[in-house]
């Protein structure tokens, strides 16, 4: 997707107006295997650029998920709480953690596009 951008830690932010979600990637969530626990941020916390967003356990290990870019959590994905192996099922999309009001969009070009992710991807598997 052409707003979606992503982390070598396996993150990825998608734009949508002045907010971005964030999640794990497929790579991610395969690597983890099945999803079994999520701990989310609350709702108005502050997170700096790779500061822990949440946590993310699965039947293998436990995971930290990182901010990819700064700003203010003012949504979680609450589904997730009761349902983790959503992230499994649809890690980019229904599976995604928090939605964050960005400090600066601009960030954004920072990251991976969706195709040097995938280079990326085959450089490390």
Do not use: C
């Amino acid at each position: 997707m052409p707003n979606t951008h992503y982390t070598k830690e396996h993150e990825w932010v998608r734009l949508e107006g002045d907010t971005a979600l964030v999640g794990i990637t497929d790579y991610a969530q395969t690597q983890l295997g099945d999803v079994v626990y999520v701990e989310l941020p609350a709702i108005g916390t502050t997170l700096d650029k790779g500061e822990e967003a949440a946590v993310v356990e699965s039947v293998k290990a436990a995971s930290e998920v990182y901010a990819p870019v700064a700003g203010e959590v003012v949504a979680v994905n609450d589904r997730l709480v009761e349902a983790p192996g959503i992230v499994n099922e649809d890690s980019e999309g229904r599976g995604w953690f928090l939605k964050l009001k960005l400090n600066d969009p601009a960030a954004l070009e920072s990251l991976m596009t969706a195709e040097q992710y995938k280079l990326y991807i085959e450089t490390i598997s």
